[in-house]
C-alpha cells in the first residue's frame, strides 16, 4: 500500500471563526481522527517530506498538509475550533485514474470482468485463455489433479490422469505369488463341507467388493435363484451378458468355500490372488464336471491369518462365501480408479486364450496401471459399424458406459468394420467419442486404439481403417496409438513415439493363434506390454 497526500489544495487552510470572519491560524496544532466522532486518534503520519509527525502543524501560511497513513482515504481533523472536519486525500483522483487506465489496458468486452457471482461452487479456479480473456474453471472431483489441456478453453483441466511415478512396479504388478498355494478341492453340492461351518454369507449382503461389473441381481428358478450375475454389459440379461467380473474380501479364516454354478468345463474359470498377487498367471478350472449344478469350492491354507482375497470369475455364477468355525470376513477397497474397455473379442477374448475376458490383455494392463476395477465390455464380433451377433459400440454406450462412471476408458475396435465404408466408419467413430467424452466420470481419461492387424502385412483396408479411426480419435482430442505403425499421439495431436508394429512377419507365429486372428495367452502378455508403454507416453511424469 501507500500513504495518501491530504491538503494543499484551496480549500485547505487551519481557520477559525471569529465573529461573521474566518482567520487563518498559522502554526495551529490539529488532531487526526478516523471518524467524525469519538474514534481512534491517528498518529502514524508525516510530513510532506517524509518525516514522522504525530500531529497536522499548519505551515506559516496557515496550509494544512501532510501523508497520511498506508491506504487510508479518509480522515477527520480536529484543531480545537469547534468542530472536526472531513479531509479526504488530495491525491486519490490520480491513483483512480490509474486504475482506468489499468482497467482500460485489460480491454472493454464483456469476457474482461468475471464478477465474483460467476464462481459458484467452492474451489471453482480462473484461468486465462490466452486471448486476453479469463474462464470460469470448475471444481473438481476428490482426488482430481490439474493438468495442462491445451484443448480446453482454460488450457488446464481436472483430470483423473495417471502418472508414471505412481504406477507399480512390474516386478510385483503382475507377477505371480510365492505365498503357498492352499489345498483346493470342489464337492458338487450346495451345503458346507466345512465342519460346522459358518451360515452362508449371501452374495447380497455378505462382504464382497464386486469389480469388473455391475447391476448385479440373482437369477430366477433352480438353482439360479440362489446366484448372482451382473446385467451390466450388452445384452444386460441375466446370464447372457457380462460373463467376467472379480471379487474381493478379507477374511482371517483358515479354510473357507466359494459357492458356483458350474456351467461348462471349457467356459466356467477362475483366477484366485492372494494379499494382491495372483496365484496362477492363467485363469484354471474348477474341477468340477456336472454342468448346470451347484458346487462348493475349498481353500485350505492351513494357517489362520489376515488374507486379501480376490476372483476373477468368467461364466461362473457365484452363490456365497462358508467360514470355517470363529473365522470372520471383511470387505476391501478398491484401488486405482474405475477402468473399462468397450471393444471386440481382441480385448474380450477368444477360443485362442484361456480364460476368455479375465486372460486376455486387459485384466493384465489393469496390474500393470495398479487398477483393481476394470470392466471387460467388449463384445465379440461387434466394431464402430458392425454389430455382429451383439450391438455396435455406439449403440451401447447408453446401458453399458453411462451408468457406470468411467474414470478412464480404452476403446479398441475396428477389425470387424475394415470391409466397411471409410466414410461410414469415420461417421460413426465421430458420434463414438462425442458420446463417450460426456458418458465417462467428469474429468475421465479416454484413449483410443487403432485397427487390429494379425499379420505382418496388413492388407490396404487394415491400414485406411486404422487411418480412419485415427482422424476421428485426433479430432476428439483423444489420445491414439496405431497397432499398425506404433505411432503414439496426444490429445492434442502430437506424434509422441513411433514404436513399430505391434503384429510382424517375424512373431506372428508366436502371439497369433490358429484361426490367424486373436491373440494367444502369449500374444495377449505381449500385447499388455505395448498397450501399457504407448499408454504411459501420454501420462504425466
Known sequence: MARYLFGGSPADYAMERVGNQLVLRPA???????????????????????????????????????????????????????????????????????????????????????PKSTVTTKGDLIAGTGSATVARLGVGSNGQ???????????????????????????????????AAPTITVTQ?????????????????????????????????????????????????????????????WTDAATFEIKFKMISTTATKYRLSVDDRKMTDLAVATGATAAGSSHVLKFAFGSSTPRKIRF?????????????????????????????????????????????????????LARMLGVTDVWDQARGGTGYITPGSYATLGNRVTNDIVPFSFDRLIVWAGYNDNGGVQSDILAAANSLYAALKTAVAPGGDIFTIGCWAPTGTPAGSITNTD???????????????????????????????????????????????????????????????????????????
Not at 491445451?150 to 495417471?162: D, I, M, R, Y
Not at 452363490?319 to 470372520?328: D, N, T, V, W, Y
Not at 483423444?478 to 502430437?494: C, I, R
Open 145 to 179: 489433479t490439474l493438468v495442462a489441456d491445451p484443448l480446453k478453453t482454460a488450457g488446464v483441466a481436472w483430470s483423473n490422469a495417471w502418472k508414471r511415478r505412481t504406477l507399480p512396479h512390474l516386478s510385483t504388478a503382475d507377477a505371480v505369488s510365492s505365498v
Open 28 to 114: 495551529a496544532v490539529g488532531n487526526a481522527w478516523n471518524a467524525a466522532v469519538e474514534g481512534t486518534q491517528i498518529t502514524d503520519l508525516t510530513d510532506v517530506n517524509g518525516n514522522p509527525i504525530t500531529q497536522v502543524v499548519a505551515d506559516a501560511n496557515g496550509v494544512v498538509q501532510f501523508y497520511g497513513p498506508d491506504g487510508v482515504t479518509t480522515l477527520w481533523l480536529d484543531f480545537g475550533f469547534e468542530r472536526r472536519v472531513t479531509m479526504p486525500a488530495t491525491n486519490l483522483g490520480v491513483a483512480v485514474t490509474a486504475l482506468a487506465a489499468l482497467v482500460a489496458s485489460l480491454g472493454t468486452t464483456s469476457g474482461d470482468v468475471v
Open 467 to 541: 487411418n480412419t479411426i485415427k482422424a476421428a480419435a485426433l479430432a476428439a482430442g483423444l489420445p491414439f496409438v496405431s497397432p499398425l505403425t506404433g505411432g503414439v499421439y496426444d490429445g492434442a495431436g502430437n506424434l509422441l513415439a513411433t514404436q513399430g508394429p505391434w503384429i510382424t512377419a517375424a512373431n506372428v507365429a508366436g502371439f497369433i493363434g490358429a484361426d490367424n486372428v486373436h491373440p494367444t495367452d502369449a500374444g495377449h502378455i505381449y500385447l499388455s506390454r505395448r498397450i501399457y508403454e504407448a499408454i504411459r507416453l501420454v501420462m504425466a511424469a
Open 189 to 249: 453340492q450346495s451345503t458346507s463341507t466345512i465342519a460346522s461351518a459358518q451360515a452362508l454369507l449371501a452374495p447380497d449382503t455378505g462382504p464382497f467388493l464386486y469389480l469388473g461389473a455391475g447391476s448385479f441381481t440373482y437369477g430366477t428358478g433352480t438353482p439360479d435363484s440362489s446366484y448372482y450375475l451382473p446385467l451390466s454389459r450388452y445384452p444386460n440379461t441375466y446370464a447372457s451378458g457380462q460373463a467376467n467380473y472379480s471379487l474381493e474380501f
Open 312 to 364: 476373477d470369475f468368467t461364466t461362473m455364477p457365484f452363490g456365497g462365501l462358508f467360514l470355517a468355525p470363529g473365522a470372520s470376513a471383511w470387505k476391501p477397497t478398491s484401488t486405482g480408479g474405475r477402468l473399462g474397455i468397450l471393444g471386440d473379442s481382441i480385448c474380450d477374448g477368444s477360443a485362442e486364450n484361456t480364460g476368455a475376458g479375465i486372460g486376455t490383455w486387459t485384466y493384465r
